[in-house]
């Protein structure tokens, strides 16, 4: 069974850091691309940033270009996102999700996405 689990939210002040993980269980992570997601309640879903299956290839949102970092371990089935800088705005509820397999793309589609861990920033 495909289950990702996230960790690493919490709340952080203004221009903070925080490290969320994405842990893979059930199918060999290196073979797809991984996305973070966040949701803020009555807002649309916002891609932050997708890596490559290979971890070659990132890109991310616009809204967090230069301040976030997506790494991954696939000796580990790991996924990582590195928040520097953070703002209120990215106070939201992220989520790690697999994409389908051969995409790779912000707006590709995903499958197999986690409960999410909260991220709270205060100003």
């Known amino acids: 069974q495909v289950q990702l689990v996230e960790s690493g939210g919490g709340l952080v002040q203004f221009g903070g850091s925080l490290r969320l993980s994405c842990a893979a269980f059930g199918y060999a992570m290196k073979d797809y691309a991984i996305t973070w997601y966040r949701q803020v309640p009555g807002k649309a879903r916002e891609t932050v940033a997708v890596?490559?299956?290979?971890?070659?290839?990132?890109l991310y949102g616009d809204s967090v270009k230069g301040r976030f970092t997506i790494s991954r371990d696939n000796a580990n089935n790991m996924v990582y996102l590195q928040m520097d800088s953070l703002r209120p705005e990215d106070t939201a509820m992220y989520h790690c999700?697999?994409?389908?397999?051969?995409?790779?793309?912000?707006?590709?589609?995903?499958?197999?996405r986690g409960q999410g861990t909260q991220v709270t920033v205060s100003s």
């Open positions: 890596i490559s299956d290979d971890g070659m290839r990132t």
């Open positions: 999700a697999r994409q389908q397999f051969g995409t790779f793309g912000l707006a590709a589609p995903y499958e197999s």
